[in-house]
């Protein structure tokens, strides 16, 4: 099989023009050339082809090769234009894709914001947002089924890479009528024996003693939603980090834990060596400004 002729899109451009406009002259200054450059040009395509494009005698006029070429080139020259053009928008965010998944804690509180933030400026760029807990949200960064994740680290597993943004202290969450609901804090020895629900995020007391008895309750939930919904109805209290309680949730109380105080982490996990997605780096930028804004980065 004969190999392709190495022809570039410049090529195709100046053969286009010159069979557009029948005329070599016309042809070189719409293309800001010389009429000797662009007329060899199309020397250099006929004899890479083999076959010449115009006749002869009459260098406007297309031989019968020549027509059977146009509509081809023609094609050509289009598809190019538009893969350069989608190319352009992925580099520059004008184009592309950003899939990203959070915690409640920042789905609540932050992606409303920054989400209308982000479609404002960019608004070309199609949306894929989930939400889950940490370990979900870890387990969708490492299966490739988003780019970017907002969450706490648990599995630390070495193929994610984690930016820490803020740091979150866990309290007590209680209907606001439970007797411990005005107290400005509790112990953790004090709710020890209360009617305690275990969720996902528990698991980021590991380590610490005095919360020791969080990591293995009899009732346990994993979807925040429901969650909330048990609290809101009195049916039993959580340990959560203080935005884990949704802005709008009226009937909750939250009360800080001393002795210890502990914190989450909660910030940017990502495939560890894996360069981002302009869509994904631009939302990145925006999590970091939003962390700086609160004035709750961590070194």
Not at 71 to 100: F, I, Y
């Amino acid at each position: 099989m004969r190999s392709s002729p190495e022809l570039s899109i410049t090529h195709y451009r100046h053969f286009l023009l010159v069979a557009e406009l029948r005329s070599f002259r016309a042809a070189a200054a719409r293309a800001f050339r010389s009429q000797p450059a662009l007329s060899l040009s199309i020397r250099e395509m006929e004899q890479r082809l083999g076959q010449p494009l115009f006749e002869p005698g009459n260098r406007g006029t297309l031989t019968r090769f020549g027509q059977d070429c146009l509509p081809l080139a023609r094609e050509l020259v289009q598809h190019h234009d538009r893969v350069a053009s989608a190319l352009s928008g992925l580099a520059t965010n004008q184009a592309g894709t950003l899939t990203m998944a959070s915690v409640a804690t920042v789905a609540t509180h932050w992606l409303p914001e920054l989400v209308a933030a982000y479609r404002e400026r960019y608004p070309a760029v199609a949306l894929r947002l989930f939400d889950d807990n940490s370990e979900g949200v870890e387990r969708m960064v490492l299966a490739g089924e988003v780019e970017l994740g907002v969450c706490s680290p648990v599995s630390q597993d070495r193929r994610l890479a984690f930016e820490p943004l803020l740091r979150d202290a866990f309290g007590l969450v209680c209907h606001r009528g439970h007797p411990l609901a005005r107290r400005k804090s509790v112990t953790w020895r004090e709710i020890e024996d209360l009617p305690l629900v275990g969720t996902i995020a528990h698991r980021q007391l590991a380590g610490y003693p005095q919360a020791a008895f969080m990591l293995d309750r009899q009732v346990f939930v994993s979807n925040m939603m429901s969650l909330l919904a048990m609290l809101e109805r009195g049916v039993g209290v959580t340990v959560l980090a203080r935005l884990g309680v949704p802005p709008d949730s009226r009937g909750l109380a939250f009360v800080p834990l001393s002795g210890p105080r502990i914190e989450r982490e909660l910030g940017i996990t990502r495939l560890a060596g894996r360069s981002l997605s302009p869509a994904a780096e631009r939302m990145e930028e925006m999590l970091r400004a939003k962390a700086a804004k609160r004035g709750r980065s961590v070194a």
